[in-house]
C-alpha cells in the first residue's frame, strides 16, 4: 500500500502561487496513478488534476485548466501540484490521492488518500 502525506498549503491573495507536494512512501509507488482532489465546506470532493503512473497522461478539471500543473518525480516519491492564479473559489482541502488504475479514464475512486492540505485563498 502507499502512505500520502501533503505539504505547502496556506493562504495566498487571489492571483497569486502555491506549490503542493505530496510525499508518498510504501510499495511501488512508480506504479500508481497520482492526482489532487478538493474539498470545500459543504460541497462533495472534486477532482482536480492528475497524471498516469508513466507520466503520458495528464487530466486536469475544466475549473483549472491553463492554471493548475501537475508533475511526479518518482526519484524522490513525490507528485506536486503548481497552482497558479488563484482564486478564491480555489479555497478548500487539497488531497492527494493514488490509484492502481487510471481513476479518471476509468471513473472509479482513487485507492489511496492523503490527509489534506488546507489551501486559502483571500486578500
Known amino acids: 500500500q502507499v502512505q500520502l502525506v501533503e505539504s505547502g498549503g496556506g493562504l495566498v491573495q487571489p492571483g497569486g502561487s502555491l506549490r503542493l507536494s505530496c510525499a508518498a512512501s510504501?510499495?511501488?509507488?512508480?506504479?500508481?496513478?497520482m492526482g489532487w482532489f478538493c474539498q470545500a465546506p459543504g460541497k462533495e470532493r472534486e477532482f482536480v488534476i492528475s497524471i498516469t503512473w508513466s507520466g503520458d497522461r495528464t487530466y486536469y478539471a475544466d475549473s483549472v485548466k491553463g492554471r493548475f500543473t501537475i508533475s511526479r518525480d518518482n526519484a524522490k516519491n513525490t507528485v506536486n501540484l503548481q497552482m497558479n492564479s488563484l482564486k478564491p473559489e480555489d479555497t478548500a482541502v487539497y488531497y492527494c490521492?493514488?490509484?492502481?488504475?487510471?481513476?479518471?479514464?476509468?471513473?472509479?475512486?482513487?485507492?489511496?488518500w492523503g490527509q489534506g492540505t488546507q489551501v486559502t485563498v483571500s486578500s
Open positions: 510504501g510499495r511501488t509507488f512508480t506504479n500508481y496513478n
Open positions: 490521492a493514488a490509484g492502481y488504475s487510471d481513476f479518471v479514464r476509468a471513473n472509479v475512486p482513487p485507492d489511496y
